[in-house]
């Protein structure tokens, strides 16, 4: 069994090629706002999943999916009881979008390769480190929303039609507590760095920001009264470079918690 971090891709996809605004603020933009924010206890489990039948051609997939946390805080995937039918070496990614039952080729804006299993594995549990507090999704990882089997890479040729056949999938279903219970997203207005359109929902709150060109960042963040911390926790699809302090004109930014 072969085990290993490996950031496949994240970014956020738009038309066009973004131009770059540079941002007058630092990476942090100032602490975020002192909101409470609870901790999950080491042996927490944070998310649950199991495989789905897919009609592969490689046979019937089974096994569950967690998402917990170790005793020092770091999340991990831990897999019980997975049987591949062909036998043959998988990977693991996760993605931020959520999978119909037979898709059979992940094609995401955000995934996470987590390691390979080779043929002939152990059974037993089978654990991956994800990231701490200060990691992917600025320690809220509950916008991942399916643990992906693929077929490990081979010498052949990659199907460039195809180039990451799924095997299997597990949706995960989270059970954890607001991770940010202060984050409260108002419009001030329009402000030197922060000139874009806003996007409002039926009760009148923003709900997205496309940035226009000379904005930066923080300027965003305090027109809509949040630290630069919690846009970038409100845009997790910006990993795996979250400290980017970057806005790109036309760039669409989430503003809304039920949209993360």
């Known amino acids: 069994m072969a085990l290993g971090i490996l950031l496949l891709a994240g970014c956020s996809a738009d038309a066009g090629t973004p131009v770059p605004s540079p941002n007058a603020g630092g990476p942090q933009g100032g602490a975020a706002l002192d909101d409470a924010r609870p901790v999950l206890a080491p042996g927490t489990t944070a998310a649950t999943g199991a ?25 991990q995937l831990v897999v019980t009881d997975l049987s591949v039918a062909d036998g043959l070496a998988t990977q693991f990614t996760l993605t931020a979008d959520s999978l119909s039952p037979d898709e059979a080729c992940l094609d995401s804006d955000w995934r996470f390769g987590l390691g390979q299993v080779d043929a002939g594995h ?3 549990a089978l654990v991956f480190p994800i990231g701490g507090s200060d990691g992917i999704g600025q320690g809220d990882l509950s ?34 507590p607001d991770m940010r219970p202060g984050l409260d997203v108002e419009d001030s207005g329009a402000t030197a760095g922060a000139m874009g359109i806003v996007t409002i929902d039926s009760d009148d709150k923003p709900i997205a920001y496309t940035v226009a060109q000379g904005d930066t960042l923080s300027a965003i963040a305090q027109r809509f009264g949040i630290a630069l911390d919690d846009l970038f926790y409100l845009n997790p699809r910006r990993s795996p470079n979250p400290e980017d302090a970057q806005a790109f004109t036309g760039e669409v930014l989430n503003l809304s918690r039920g949209n993360r």
């Open 122 to 124: 152990d059974p037993a």
């Open 51 to 75: 495989f789905v039948d897919t009609g592969a051609a490689s046979g019937a997939i089974t096994g569950s999916v967690a998402i917990t946390v170790d005793d020092e805080g770091i999340f």
């Open 143 to 176: 916008f991942i929303r399916e643990v992906v089997l693929t077929r490990a890479p081979s010498s052949g040729t990659a199907d460039k039609a195809c180039p990451i056949p799924i095997v299997s999938h597990a949706p995960l279903v989270w059970s954890i």
